[in-house]
């Protein structure tokens, strides 16, 4: 059931505030408190602005943090973003679609895209728009009853992505049943700065070794396979007081003891006992807006990346656990030579 007519109906936006770089994400449901709290939302900083105030009020403050701007209509909460991009990461979509669904049309100058859905607190589905054969999610393919017939590869190679955007919001529309029209954009806004979530921990000690290399965690080490083959020898238990006694460590350093949640955290971890890991999350949430909010110190930012450390002890998998506090104590001016000595003591 698709026309260009389906398609062009979209085409204003290209004419809006919005139509160089943006992020709209629905969520089912008309409880905007909660939507924001899912993106993070410092929801005692709220103001009620119209579109254009909103987009440069988060213009003003890209540097420093995201803004969102949120309004509800027809049973969905529609969440604005100006440039930024909240509303594409898991670590948001996994909350903001907890009980209800959401679906999500990302993209900026560079001619980046995305389009998300997440239901029940998982995102089933996300792709580029110009390549959507190429799908992630814990269900890739659900979405291609509903995308079929919509003109994704344009008449010719020179012409992909020419229309990207209108594609996205039409399967959005699609979707939800709730076409994104210009009267969304019009009257007041809740808006609120945003303290963004933490990344989600690694999931595994490859996908970390991917993403930071083995010289951000153990530079001292000639090799990764062989890393993993010594530590998966010494066992979780030992792995899990390595992360620790680095975690320790570094907070001694940095003086991150002011917060009663890292004590007992800790206590935690060496006792064995269960505690809360969402507590040191939201913990760096709040510590990273302040830096933000004003002017801070170096010895406030090495506090809060501290902070990180002691969260990336807090894995479920041990290894994973040493192997991102390792990484994140080489982000502070640290002896790395003292901090590699710590965790091989602990393994040994």
Known sequence: MSNTGEVARFSWVHRSTIQDAACLTFVRGVDADRVGRGFGAVTEHV???DFDEF?????????RYPVIGLRTGDGWTLVAED??????RREVLRRVSAGTAAVSAFWDVNGLTRFSHAVDGAVRT?????????RLGVAPDELEEIRAGLPWAGSGSEERGENSVELMLALAARI??????PEWLEGDFLTYPVAPWPQDLPASPEELLDEVGLARIWPEHPDSAALLSELRRAGSSRCGRAAVGVARYVLDVAD????????????????????DAGRIGELVRLRRWELHRGPATSADRARVRALEVLRQATNDDPLVGLLGTLAESRRLRLEQATISDLAAAALS
Do not use: I, N
Request: charged share 25%; glycine share 12%.
């Open 47 to 49: 103001q009620k602005l």
């Open 55 to 63: 987009c440069e009020e988060a213009f003003a403050h890209q540097d």
């Open 83 to 88: 440039g930024g991009l909240q509303g594409t």
């Open 126 to 134: 996300s792709f580029e728009a110009l390549m959507p054969e190429y």
């Open 176 to 181: 939800t049943g709730c076409p994104l029209t």
């Open 256 to 275: 991150g003891f002011e917060w009663p949640e890292v004590t007992e955290t800790l206590r935690a971890l060496e006792t064995g006992a269960e505690f």
